[in-house]
């Protein structure tokens, strides 16, 4: 069954830091994957997606997510943080077959000044 | 881009009552919606999956005669609670998709409380 894990429920980190967010996922064939974002009381944003290609994906507000097949992950990364980029953080697989989208349990980052 | 309008964004009704919430595609033509639950702190929890002139596909668990899901153009698909009660009170987000690519554009969610 398809599944996403996100092992970490909460991260702080200072502003300016470096961020990392973990995403590991189990799907049959070759996942869809992406990653959003979500403020307080809103709808989701993409952040980025990976279908094919090139495994190192950029995507918008300066994140980056490196797909890596033998390990099953989708870590989303970004070198400096800014105190806007605290938010919940969601990765999700999507079945090609059906069209689903999984997602995982959400990882909430909270930004120190 | 692709932009999905949902409306109310806020809504309060009584218990017992029926509250119907829009999803629209404004700028794509969406032949697949999906109907999100999310309760404080949690993640998405898919509800169904709505296909332009078909019947909807729910997910194991969700009622459909409770949650009615209704896509009947490629524009808009509705979600209409029926007597609605307290549990039913939560975050709701569509999503669509179309067949230009393969990505889902979300709406910015319905909070449904019910009093």
């Known amino acids: 069954a398809q599944s996403v894990t996100q092992p970490d429920i909460h991260i702080t980190v200072s502003e300016g830091a470096s961020l990392e967010l973990r995403c590991n996922y189990s799907y049959g064939a070759t996942p869809y994957l992406f990653w959003y974002v979500q403020s307080p009381g809103q709808g989701l944003q993409l952040l980025l997606k990976y279908f094919s290609g090139d495994t190192l994906v950029q995507g918008i507000k300066g994140f980056e997510a490196e797909f890596k097949r033998s390990q099953s992950s989708f870590n989303l990364r970004k070198p400096s943080v800014h105190w806007s980029d605290a938010a919940e953080y969601f990765c999700a697989v999507g079945a090609s077959n059906t069209g689903k989208l999984i997602f995982g349990q959400g990882t909430t980052l909270q930004v120190k000044p | 881009g692709a932009v999905v309008s949902q409306h109310p964004s806020r809504v309060i009704c009584k218990s017992g009552t029926s509250v119907k919430i829009e999803c629209r595609s404004l700028?794509?033509?969406?032949?697949?919606m999906f109907w999100y639950r999310q309760f404080p702190k949690q993640s998405l929890m898919l509800m169904a999956t709505?296909?332009?002139?078909?019947?909807?596909?729910?997910e194991q668990g969700v009622e459909k005669d409770k949650f009615l899901i209704n896509h009947a153009s490629l524009t808009l698909s509705t979600l209409t609670v029926t007597s609605a009660h307290p549990e039913d009170s939560s975050f709701y987000i569509c999503?669509?998709?179309?067949?230009?690519?393969?990505?889902?554009?979300f709406g910015s969610g319905t909070r449904l409380t019910v009093v």
């Open positions: 709505s296909n332009e002139g078909s019947k909807a596909t729910y």
């Open positions: 999503s669509a998709t179309g067949q230009a690519n393969y990505g889902y554009t």
């Open positions: 700028d794509f033509q969406a032949t697949t």
